[in-house]
């Protein structure tokens, strides 16, 4: 049995020791007095024991089952408890306690009921009352607690929309440990009788206080203060719960006092049924999704279609001699829901009022936004929507130069002037990393020595990197924004729209910390902290203030935006995204650019299962995103642990971890890696709380240059053409693997299973290698892992792209479009006369986006000068995939006249103005 250390979390120990909890009692149950009884009973007897403070946060299947079973142990009763234990076991791994009543006692079993249950259709699934869990916070006795139970069961009617159970637990700690562990509780009820400290000492239950600000400081509250201040503690970790306060203090006061989550203050002992009634409201308000429900309600209506889409209502398919197979893959109700049509409950996507605008509004809520909107084309479109609205011509966009290409075509639609930033590069792994937050402020205070600081307009950052790397979002904008008070921050968020739904990765999404931004700007103690710091700076140079931490005016404008692709990271079918503003400016500023560019690249024929899987996704992040996070964190730290503490695959292969992915510069809590084998897990808030990059967990970045295949032959040779086992992205020597919400127990198994047998193919061909094919071999490996070509940081714009001065913005519209006639362009090849040019001093400039992959983003764009770096990368690229770039004809480049008459323009018009 695996020791408690090599768990990440405690749901995975109650797991594994519910397992072999069953185990055991049924190996005593067949020889009760075999070999080695004794060690067996001791096992058990241990388990319990481990089992026994676990089970205090759970209703199912409830201390008093439990006890129960214990008891039939200490009895002698094997055969009985390995029953109850057995059925328990089944219940929680099935989730069959959800939908029914499962009895635990064989005297009350008429058949084996867990046959039953697995062959339940989605349909019936569907059609049971929702479960979750209630913790009430009170110390009770035994008895005390008996009669709270059963007082809010009898209150439980037919007609009820949801069915829930009570679990009681007696101070704040405990309950803060019991909204962390439990993701079954949707809401608390918090009573006067709470005390503060539990008497749990189990350090893996106790790491759950951490999220909350730790023990200690949470131990200097005033008892009459425990109500209030633990409805705030749950606010800041399970913000999308609901909280109920029962005081006997004066209502009117505590109402008007800042309660969190909580939703109602009760006066003493109000009667339990308008708190029943009140936690259900709550739920409903959360389960709530008006836009699928009225395509439902739609898709059941007899209607008469005289309009677009013969494919409504399935008629051109039903009646179809040819394509019947289609309607048989999908079933009727897909095709039931495919309209065009904007009323009969339904709504316009681009002037909602309706169902749409309800659905936006709840989204806004969940995702802790100010204004949300849906896209049905992907984040690709969001990016441009978001850019085309905030950005005129000649503003000054400061962009992460690995960012999505949506990006740079955007730049080009809305013509800014470009500055692009440099992200640290990672060499050894043919990646980039992210941008320093001093690279940034050093571009804006050039930006601001050249007078140009008003022309600054949007810093454009992508949050998480492709391969995991996380901004600390706060702090950046925090030091911007000393710099530029008003400048705007789009963030995009396409992998990390799950991250809202686990607490250590809220803090760093873009509209927490917006919102969190806005409560601190408006607070006495910043307003001192800024008046502080301005008497220490002074006049202070570019060096001092590139080395302080900035804090911004108490006047600074807080202007967010995210854009998500809710469809990568969460419930929704393909290009489903969102855009989610926190903009206090937004009203009376960008609403109306915001629609013109929303309307512009938005289509007028938007798919409506996609707006409805959004609504439906909204719903699943508000009741269960916290559970399906927490299990896809867990997934990606086993295979994490798994493959790193494996003799086999270490040979062969390596788990980057954030020591390896983030230099120690940017790591201030001194974290390398989120697994030790001999000291355990590290506990991971200490570093997302400080330091100024971190690596997102659940992205797991595999070096395979050991194997001898570059990270394209082994994702699409070994792991896609012979196992089955699809990923994304593949740098020259490393696979990604990207857990989600779906992400199993068994899927992460699989693929162990799978390396494992590639690094056993490895070996047996090694061993029968001769020594000519060994030291190919050990060629490729080296190739692989050593000689690699340094990553090439963006040169520059050709200064008929430029503005005058010492900064480095430039116009990629002009270029752009400048390429769109031929007799501008010329074709030179990479190891022909580009080479020769740039060996004798030429400067020759990219027309055209040169996109490899992997990495997947521009390392050249129109208008900027080709380096010998970025020469010297491209020849020693060996994938098979760059858009731009055209073998049989080379490289697209601009003509030397074609620059000069363009320059020639750009001074004539500047002399002009």
Request: glycine fraction near 6%.
């Amino acid at each position: 049995m695996e020791s408690m250390n090599d768990y990440y979390s405690a749901g995975q120990v109650r797991t594994d020791r519910w397992s072999a909890l069953r185990q055991g009692l049924e190996l005593l149950a067949r020889e009760p007095a075999g070999k080695h009884a004794k060690a067996k009973l001791a096992s058990v007897e241990k388990l319990f024991k481990v089992l026994e403070p676990i089970e205090r946060y759970w209703a199912f299947p409830g201390l008093s089952a439990f006890d129960s079973m214990r008891r039939q142990f200490e009895h002698g009763h094997y055969d009985d408890a390995a029953f109850s234990v057995r059925r328990a076991t089944r219940a929680m791994t099935s989730g069959a306690y959800r939908r029914r009543h499962v009895p635990l006692d064989r005297d009350n079993v008429e058949h084996d009921d867990h046959e039953d249950e697995a062959q339940l259709s989605l349909e019936a699934r569907a059609l049971t009352k929702p479960y979750f869990e209630v913790l009430v916070v009170d110390d009770l006795t035994e008895h005390q607690e008996r009669w709270v139970k059963q007082s809010m069961q009898s209150l439980r009617r037919t007609e009820d929309a949801f069915h829930y159970e009570t679990v009681v637990v007696p101070s704040v700690q405990d309950a803060l440990i019991a909204v962390l562990f439990n993701h079954n509780i949707q809401a608390i009820v918090v009573r006067p009788g709470l005390t503060m400290e539990t008497n749990i000492d189990l350090p893996i239950l106790k790491r759950y206080l951490n999220p909350a600000g730790g023990a200690e400081s949470i131990a200097e509250i005033a008892p009459e203060e425990y109500g209030p201040e633990l409805c705030r503690l749950i606010a800041r970790v399970r913000p999308e719960l609901d909280a109920y306060l029962v005081t006997d203090r004066s209502v009117e006061e505590i109402a008007g006092h800042d309660l969190g989550i909580c939703r109602r203050v009760f006066y003493n002992q109000e009667d339990f049924m308008e708190l029943h009634l009140n936690i259900l409201r709550g739920v409903q308000a959360r389960f709530k999704t008006p836009f699928f429900t009225a395509l439902k309600e739609y898709s059941r209506q007899p209607t008469g279609v005289f309009h677009a889409m013969p494919i409504s209502r399935g008629k051109s398919i039903s009646r179809s001699h040819w394509i019947q197979d289609m309607g048989a893959f999908y079933g009727p109700n897909i095709f039931m829901a495919e309209t065009s049509a904007t009323s009969g409950g339904l709504d316009s996507l681009l002037e909602p009022h309706g169902t749409i605008k309800e659905a936006q509004e709840l989204a806004a809520r969940a995702f802790g936004s100010k204004q949300t909107f849906f896209a049905t084309n992907g984040t690709s479109t969001c990016n441009k929507v978001v850019v085309q609205a905030l950005v005129r011509p000649g503003d000054i966009v400061l962009v992460d130069r690995d960012c999505h290409k949506s990006h740079h075509y955007g730049m080009v639609l809305a013509g800014a002037q470009v500055v692009y930033l440099d992200s640290y590069p990672l060499n050894e792994y043919s990646m980039y990393g992210a941008v320093p937050l001093k690279e940034i402020k050093h571009q804006l205070l050039k930006l601001k020595a050249e007078g140009k600081l008003d022309r600054v307009r949007m810093l454009l950052l992508t949050n998480c990197t492709f391969d995991g790397v996380v901004y600390n979002v706060e702090r950046v904008m925090e030091e911007c924004l000393a710099i530029k008070p008003d400048l705007v921050f789009l963030w995009d968020e396409a992998w990390f729209a799950f991250a809202r739904f686990g607490p250590t990765y809220r803090h760093r999404t873009a509209m927490n910390a917006a919102n969190t931004f806005r409560v601190r700007l408006k607070s006495d103690a910043h307003a001192k902290a800024y008046a502080a710091q301005q008497d220490v700076l002074g006049d202070a140079d570019d060096e001092t203030l590139l080395n302080t931490r900035l804090i911004p005016s108490p006047k600074a404008r807080v202007r967010v935006y995210a854009t998500q692709s809710t469809h990568k990271t969460l419930t929704s079918l393909r290009q489903g995204s969102m855009i989610h503003v926190n903009d206090q400016d937004f009203k009376g500023e960008v609403e109306q650019s915001f629609h013109e560019a929303y309307m512009t690249h938005t289509s007028t024929s938007p798919n409506y299962q996609i707006i409805a899987s959004l609504d439906v996704g909204r719903r699943q992040v508000e009741l269960e995103g916290y559970e399906f996070v927490q299990r896809q964190v867990e997934a990606a730290m086993s295979m994490r642990r798994a493959i790193s503490t494996h003799p086999l695959l270490q040979r062969y292969f390596k788990v980057l971890s954030a020591g390896d992915m983030i230099p120690e510069e940017f790591r201030e809590s001194g974290v390398t890696s989120y697994y030790d084998p001999e000291q355990g897990w590290t506990d991971i808030w200490d570093c997302w709380e400080k330091d100024e990059f971190v690596l997102d967990a659940t992205r797991v970045t595999l070096a395979v240059g050991g194997t001898g295949w570059d990270g394209d032959t082994f994702k699409t040779q070994i792991l896609m053409d012979k196992y089955g086992i699809q990923i994304n992205k593949t740098s020259r020597n490393t696979v990604l693997f990207m857990t989600n919400i779906g992400t199993t127990r068994s899927s992460v198994a699989y693929l162990i299973e799978v390396l494992v047998e590639i690094a056993k193919g490895l070996d047996e061909l090694l061993d029968d290698a001769s020594k000519m094919e060994r030291l190919a071999f050990d060629r490729r490996v080296k190739n692989l892992m050593q000689d690699l070509p340094p990553l090439p940081d963006f040169s520059r714009f050709d200064d008929a792209f430029r503005s005058p001065g010492e900064t480095t913005e430039g116009d990629i519209r002009s270029a752009f479009f400048l390429s769109y006639d031929e007799d501008n362009c010329d074709y030179m090849e990479l190891n022909g006369s580009l080479k020769e040019a740039l060996e004798q001093g030429q400067e020759v400039v990219s027309a055209s986006f040169i996109i490899p992959y992997p990495p997947g983003f521009p390392i050249l764009v129109p208008g900027q000068v080709i380096s010998s770096e970025i020469l010297a990368f491209m020849r020693a690229l060996d994938v098979n995939e760059i858009h731009g770039y055209r073998p049989e004809l080379g490289l697209r480049v601009f003509t030397a006249e074609a620059l000069a008459r363009h320059a020639g323009k750009i001074d004539q018009k500047t002399a002009a103005e």
